[in-house]
């Protein structure tokens, strides 16, 4: 209930800010046009026929006008910002979970997910060099985190990594070392990999979605 009222009461400021701006314009016009001139100065129009629309709008009702211009550009903001948040901290976790796993291959301390096939044995050396090789994830999942434009890189590494392991999974050779016992173990840590990765790119489609959105014009009131 405290989100709902916070929620209306940032309406009604806004909606006071908004009208405050509109009348003060209107009693301190100078020149170049009243209160409706300097609306469709703040107003993008991209066609003809949306400019028609828009000033037939704001010649009927100007302030109602632009309180939703200013209502809409604020709900499409919190639409990009809070899956590009989300991304964020899922790409932070991430390299938080990298980091675990090059130390857990490194020092060879075989946990579930840490250290996918636990149970099956390797030598000290092959472990190492895992743990090398996945400082590589940490790498690009921090440039990810810092910059979207590394995002598609990030997610392009780890739906490969899932198809890698359930290729292993299927795989002859680990059924022979196997010897008989079941690959569930490591079907479930995989799907919780592939769980991941698509929660991120559902994020990152939905990010970029919301923020095409929000550069289209304004719709007709």
């Known amino acids: 209930r405290s989100g709902v009222r916070f929620a209306a009461f940032g309406e009604v400021v806004t909606d006071f800010v908004v009208f405050a701006r509109f009348f003060i314009g209107f009693s301190h016009k100078k020149g170049g046009g009243g209160p409706q001139a300097r609306l469709s100065s703040r107003v993008p129009v991209t066609s003809a026929s949306h400019s028609r629309r828009c000033r037939a709008n704001l010649s009927e009702n100007p302030a109602r006008f632009l309180i939703t211009c200013t209502r809409r550009k604020a709900s499409m903001s919190g639409h990009i910002k ?65 910059d979207r434009t590394a995002v598609p890189a990030a997610l392009t590494a780890l739906v490969v990594t ?26 479930l840590q995989t799907a919780f990999i592939a769980i991941y990765c698509l ?4 994020l990152h489609v939905k990010s970029r979605w919301a923020e095409q959105s929000s550069n289209a014009p304004v719709s007709e009131l």
């Open 82 to 146: 809070t899956p590009q948040m989300a991304l964020r901290i899922l790409l932070w976790i991430g390299v938080a979970y990298f980091c675990c796993m090059s130390v857990a291959h490194f020092f060879g301390l075989k946990y579930p997910l840490l250290f996918i096939y636990y149970d099956v044995p390797f030598h000290a050396y092959q472990d190492k060099i895992i743990s090398f090789a996945v400082v590589s994830y940490v790498c690009l999942f921090v440039n990810a985190a810092r």
């Open 162 to 187: 899932v198809l890698g392991l359930s290729a292993v999974n299927f795989s002859d050779a680990l059924a022979d070392v196997l010897e008989g016992r079941s690959t569930f173990p490591y079907w």
């Open 199 to 202: 929660t991120m790119v559902a």
